[in-house]
């Protein structure tokens, strides 16, 4: 049986050969995919995988674009800030799938439809 210091230091060194930063996006994206999922069932194994690739899109993209737009890079140097940007990965990861969701079934509705007929339809709306 391995001993528990040798098995945490060997998950400190996975946690720094990935990065912490890089972890705690993975994590904050897989945790909103997961809420996602629960929230709003695939109906389908395909509409499962564009949640899945579009709430991680959507958590690690959206993530980074806040983190970057408020200069918190300094909260990656610290435990507790790490949990900071995996909050803000997370939220940011919530909405993906829905306006995908939304965007396809839009689609699917007007699958008929030319683009001059959608473009003026769009114009009507806003």
């Not at 994206?29 to 809420?35: H, M, N, Q, S, Y």
């Not at 995996?86 to 030319?114: E, H, M, S, T």
């Amino acid at each position: 049986m391995s001993e528990p210091i040798s098995g945490a230091a060997a998950g400190a060194a996975g946690w720094k050969l990935i990065g912490g930063a890089a972890g705690a996006a993975g994590i904050g994206a897989g945790l909103a995919a997961i809420v996602v999922m629960c929230a709003m069932t695939p109906r389908s194994p395909r509409e499962w995988a564009i949640g899945l690739i579009s709430t991680v899109v959507a958590s690690v993209g959206g993530g980074a674009a806040v983190i970057q737009h408020y200069g918190l890079q300094h909260w990656g140097q610290t435990p507790i800030g790490l949990v900071g940007m995996l909050g803000l990965v997370f939220a940011c990861g919530l909405p993906g799938w829905a306006l995908v969701r939304w965007l396809f079934n839009y689609i699917a509705k007007r699958q008929g439809a030319d683009l001059a007929e959608v473009v003026r339809e769009a114009r009507e709306v806003l």
